[in-house]
């Protein structure tokens, strides 16, 4: 969960998962829906399939327990080499170098790195420095350490200098300037995309689709998702015949990473009958698509944004 996420963010989608699945026997035991669901709104949703594959692997090749090394700790979905030095110290002891984005910030100021760390010659760079560094006992207390040197005293754009106990080493300190190491990547353009989600309803229940397997919430239950109403209407021509004209929602702008999507649900409430005449027309065009009560939808994993509109709708 804190790969790509902050500490803040994750301490209540943690309490909840561990909850719920408190041993890995329980994740691997779960299934799909049940993971995302309790991973909705923490993004990358990659990280929660690969978490649950993981935790399946560890019960079906090595009988329920972790892996003792980090290099066999690497073997599992999700799990790099970073992560992997990490729970092999903190776990097992091993003397193994750990290299997230506090611990790269630690060594480009400490060392005044100024290329851009995000090339593979500058990672080699670093892991070799790292691993330089590593003691020869204590490596759970200064794997601790680094980590939290990082996200505590070391931060991005506020570096607490003087309460850093490298600071009597640190390059970056001595010349004046932390906030040029490291060197800041250029930044890609964010973008920007439209798109209207076809709420369908009938009774109490709504049509989901399963998103693709790759791309914006991989994998997801969600709406069915167009460009205009021109193409909603070319895509499901029974729905002007039947169900008339659409009520259309606010819409609003959800913000990703790099992309500011504007999303406007469309809805339809079909009568038995409606539903009946276009069910051959959603089948054709979505397959594994289903009708799911809003309460069974809200256990599914599905996208944030559509779980928020889930419970407006059920208040």
């Known amino acids: 969960m804190l790969q790509q996420t902050q500490v803040a963010t994750v301490r209540d989608y943690y309490a909840r998962f561990l909850q719920r699945f408190p041993d890995v026997q329980a994740l691997a035991a779960a299934s799909s829906d049940e993971v995302l669901a309790l991973w909705s709104g923490l993004g990358y ?53 750990i290299l997230d984005g506090n611990v790269r910030r630690v060594l480009a100021r400490t060392h005044a790195l100024g290329e851009d760390l995000g090339s593979a010659a500058a990672q ?4 070799a420095l790292a691993e330089s560094l590593l003691p020869a006992r204590g490596i759970e207390a200064y794997t601790q350490g680094l980590m939290d040197l990082g996200a505590e005293v070391c931060l991005p754009r506020a570096p607490r200098c003087d309460a850093c106990p490298l600071a009597a080493i640190c390059i970056a300190h001595a010349q004046g300037d932390p906030l040029a190491y490291p060197a800041r990547p250029r930044r890609a353009r964010r973008g920007a995309r439209s798109s209207l989600w076809l709420w369908l309803q009938s009774g109490a229940a709504i049509w989901l689709v399963p998103r693709p397997a790759e ?34 929602g606010a819409a ?13 649900p469309l809805a339809w409430q079909l009568t038995e009958r409606a539903r009946r005449t276009v069910q051959p027309q959603l089948a054709k065009r979505w397959p594994e698509g289903r009708w799911v009560k ?11 944004p559509l779980r928020r509109l889930l419970l407006q709708a059920q208040a």
């Open 45 to 97: 949703y990659r990280r929660a399939r690969h978490l649950h594959h993981a935790a399946q692997q560890v019960v079906r090749d090595f009988g329920g327990r972790f892996p003792g090394s980090a290099a066999a700790l690497q073997a599992l979905p999700g799990v790099g080499r970073s992560t992997a030095a990490a729970i092999a110290a903190f776990c097992f002891g091993e003397r193994a170098a």
């Open 124 to 127: 080699a760079r670093l892991w």
């Open 215 to 248: 791309g914006i919430w991989a994998g997801l239950w969600s709406l069915p998702e167009f460009d205009s109403p021109e193409a909603v209407h070319a895509a499901l021509p029974a729905l002007a015949a039947r169900a008339g004209a659409p009520q259309a």
């Open 252 to 264: 609003f702008v959800h913000v990703l990473t790099h992309l500011d999507w504007t999303l406007q």
């Open 294 to 304: 809003i309460e069974a939808a809200l256990a599914l994993g599905i996208p944030a």
